[in-house]
């Protein structure tokens, strides 16, 4: 079970974050939903090639690692061959959801430090789930990126997996994600309920926008539902054009 009262949301491990067999069907349930939006939003490529995407927010912690994680879960689950990368690279955390080494990661790989066999890897979570940890924090995380030696890995990794799934630091306060455009088919944007305003979230989307990157939408996290006797949390999507209105 993962997402449940406020007071437990801290002290909840990240591997307890992922969906599993006690997850609650609502939230099981959310996650399909969002899964089959966003595969609806970007259609399989004629060539075979992945289809990818990244997720953003307009802060920290507004729930982009556990969103991206599961996420990347539920897609391997529907038999889709899956890499989820941490493109976070000033402070990734999806190692600890899999309960994988730090490094070698993206960092390492990106700056020529390891190969693509050193740094895919495998997760118990599900066979065809395999990540790409982010590495040793770096202070040129834009720059890595956008070089030469990411063209290279994801010209190789779009032709092995059906989704590329990139987990990135919040675009709100700095600009590495935009990098993976080129790259993606679209970016889809977490907005952590009473976290970021309908202006954060609209900065975000016109950051995207002008780089004429595909906006899949807005997930809202944490969204706290009354009235059913306890408090629990959960997310919704907003499918379409996203800056309308998933602010708080
Ligand atoms: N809906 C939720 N219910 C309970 N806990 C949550 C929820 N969403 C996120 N969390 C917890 O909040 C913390 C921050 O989440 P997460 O690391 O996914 O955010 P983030 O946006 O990736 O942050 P950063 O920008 O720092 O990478 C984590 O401890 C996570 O387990
Ligand atoms: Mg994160």
Redesign the pocket.
């Known amino acids: 079970m993962i997402w449940s009262k406020k007071k437990e949301r801290s002290t909840r491990q990240p591997k307890e974050m992922l969906l599993n067999e006690g997850t609650p069907f609502f939230l099981t349930e959310a996650y399909r939903n969002l899964k089959a939006s966003i595969s609806l939003s970007i259609p399989k490529k004629q060539d075979g090639k992945a289809v990818s995407f990244f997720i953003t927010s307009a802060f920290?912690?507004e729930?982009?690692?556990?969103i991206?994680a599961n996420l990347a879960l539920m897609f391997a689950l529907s038999e889709a061959k899956v890499l989820l990368v941490?493109a976070?690279m000033r402070?990734?955390?999806?190692y600890k959801y899999f309960s994988l080494p730090h490094k070698p990661g993206l960092s390492e790989l990106l700056s020529g430090g390891a190969s693509l066999e050193e740094v895919v890897q495998r997760t118990s979570a599900h066979e065809n789930l395999s990540v790409i940890c982010a590495g040793s924090s770096t202070p040129n995380p834009y720059e890595l990126l956008g070089s030469d030696s990411m063209a290279e890995v994801y010209g190789e990794l779009s032709g092995r997996y059906d989704y590329i799934i990139f987990?990135?630091?919040?675009l709100g306060m700095m600009a590495d994600s935009l990098a993976l455009v080129p790259y993606v088919d679209g970016a889809a944007v977490v907005c952590g309920y009473m976290s970021s305003t309908y202006r954060d979230l609209k900065g975000v989307v016109g950051k995207l926008q002008f780089s004429r990157c595909k906006v899949l939408g807005v997930i809202l996290n944490g969204y706290e539902e009354r009235g059913r006797g306890y408090g629990r949390y959960g997310y919704n999507y907003r499918y379409g054009e996203a800056g309308d209105g998933a602010g708080n």
């Not at 729930?63 to 556990?66: D, I, N």
């Not at 402070?91 to 999806?94: D, F, I, Q, S």
């Not at 987990?167 to 919040?170: M, V």
């Open positions: 920290p912690n729930g982009k690692s556990v991206s941490d976070d402070r990734g955390t999806l987990d990135t630091s919040p």
